[in-house]
């Protein structure tokens, strides 16, 4: 039996496998985690402190959110964002970074996209500010109405598709690991 080493339709752009798809979007939910709290530094502060406690209570979560509102920060928000957080903590290691690996991450996406802003734009929607690809595509049916939101919906996926493999292998090389690593070893690696 021939087993393909490459997925897809005839004619589709080039699309990473399961394994480097997974690995690309949590370095992508981390930095887009790292980037979301260091965007107002006052609760960067506060949620380190929170989540240096092995067991987050509720009158901590309270505590935090009144000094953040008298700092001007929106609870409905914060409140999202730290529930979001906890709950995607209870099934991946792969929630938090430091501020190191933070600004790798950034650097990577920075110098990958510096000349593709869409992208750019489309990866801070979907990571930073975890935006729905639902969401994403009525935004863009908004603004091309005579495009249905299928074919919206089908754009924005292309595209989130077309960012994470760009930098796909420049985080790879950045952290140090072998890109090829999710390849059997009876596999011809395409390159």
Not at 53 to 60: C, E, G, H, M, S
Not at 108 to 124: D, P, S, T, W, Y
């Amino acid at each position: 039996m021939i087993y393909p080493s490459e997925t897809g339709k005839a004619g589709e752009l080039v699309r990473l496998r399961t394994l480097e798809s997974v690995w690309i979007q949590g370095k992508l939910r981390m930095w887009g985690r790292w980037s979301a709290i260091n965007m107002n530094p006052a609760a960067s502060d506060m949620f380190k402190k929170l989540l240096s406690k092995y067991v987050i209570t509720q009158n901590d979560l309270s505590k935090a959110l009144k000094v953040l509102r008298k700092r001007g920060c929106s609870s409905i928000e914060l409140e999202s964002w730290v529930n979001d957080m906890l709950q995607q903590s209870r099934h991946s290691s792969l929630v938090f970074c430091t501020d190191d690996e933070g600004l790798l991450m950034d650097r990577v996406i920075a110098r990958i996209m510096k000349n593709n802003q869409g992208l750019l734009h489309v990866l801070e929607h979907r990571y930073q500010e975890k935006m729905s690809l639902r969401g994403m595509a009525r935004e863009l049916n908004d603004v091309y109405p005579e495009l249905s939101v299928m074919t919206c919906r089908r754009r924005v996926d292309m595209w989130l598709g077309m960012a994470e493999s760009m930098l796909y292998k420049p985080m790879c090389d950045a952290f140090e690991t072998n890109s090829e690593r999710f390849y059997l070893k009876v596999e011809p690696i395409a390159g």
